[in-house]
């Protein structure tokens, strides 16, 4: 199966078991998207206590911060903007 996306999802829990059913239950009943598949992967994963934590929460800010750029950017080309009128 192809991924079609992946999230960076900040959450609050009692225990690692605890954040996974957040998110199982967040994706099961948002109507903003829909999955057939959620994978929440341990490796990928950590407490806000843990050194990896401050690196990779910098790294998914930067990297949305260029998709909304590149999102602004697109809306400003000419070609697009002739298209909406």
């Known amino acids: 199966m192809k ?14 078991e605890s954040c996974c059913e957040q998110v199982r239950a967040y994706f099961k009943t948002t109507s903003l998207v829909l999955y057939h598949v959620v994978e929440i992967r341990k490796d990928r994963s950590c407490p806000a206590t843990d050194f990896p934590f401050s690196a990779t929460l910098e790294r998914v800010q930067d990297k949305n911060r260029k ?13 697009l903007q002739q298209l909406t009128i």
């Open 67 to 79: 998709r909304i750029k590149d999102l602004i950017n697109d809306l400003k080309n000419p070609v």
């Open 3 to 16: 991924k079609i996306a992946e999230h960076a999802i900040l959450l609050s829990g009692e225990s690692y």
